[in-house]
Structures are given as C-alpha cells and as structure tokens.
Nanobody
Framework: QVQLVESGGGLVQAGGSLRLSCVVS??????????MGWYRQAPGRLRELVAT???????TYGQSVKGRFTISRDIAKNTVYLEMNSLQVADTAVYFC????????WGQGTQVTVSS
C-alpha cells in the first residue's frame, strides 16, 4: 500500500512563499520510476494540475504557475517538493501529491491559503 504524506501548507500573505513536501512510503515501485505530481483543488472548482516530474526528471507546469512554482525531488529521501513563490490569492487551494506507476496514489492534501 503506497502512502503519500504532504506537509508544508499554511497561511501566507500574497507575494510570499511556501514549500510543500510529499514523502512516499510503502511502495513496491522504485521512487525514481514514478511520475510524481502536485495538483490543487479550490472550493467549487475541479482539481487541476500544478506540476509533474517524471522518471527522467522532465518537468511540466500548469500555465498559471509557470515561472513561480518549482517541482523537485530527492530520490534518496523518497520525497517530492513544490517550491511556491510570488503566491497569489488565486493559489489558495488544497494541494495534493500524486504518484503514478500505472495506478494512481494520492495524499490526503495540505491546505494553502494566501491572504491579500
């Protein structure tokens, strides 16, 4: 049973920064083989892609976060990060970590609230 545990959410003022972490455990796949991603869901809205990093280290970003957010991973720690800078009120959402190796695994989510 794969477990993903997110941390690092919180309340921040617009223009500020936060760093989210997601630790993966209990996996039968090698961490580096996963397609790891961050998604977010705001109240009343669909879950949307924030960023992904694949097995080759190729990065993708949602259009609204390009240039402000950075996804990275530490293979030795089975951890993926999301560095969020220049945060905007529109970034307020629950952020979810995702691991895909042919099947989906999700974390419980961490709340990010950006105040004006």
């Amino acid at each position: 049973q794969v477990q993903l545990v997110e941390s690092g959410g919180g309340l921040v003022q617009a223009g500020g920064s936060l760093r989210l972490s997601c630790v993966v455990s209990g996996s039968s796949s090698t961490f580096r083989e996963y397609l790891m991603g961050w998604y977010r869901q705001a109240p009343g809205r669909l879950r949307e892609l924030v960023a992904t990093i694949n097995r080759f280290g190729v990065l993708t970003y949602g259009q609204s976060v390009k240039g402000r957010f950075t996804i990275s991973r530490d293979i030795a720690k089975n951890t993926v990060y999301l560095e969020m800078n220049s945060l905007q009120v529109a970034d307020t959402a629950v952020y979810f970590c995702n691991a895909w190796d042919g099947s989906d695994s999700w974390g419980q989510g961490t709340q990010v609230t950006v105040s004006s």
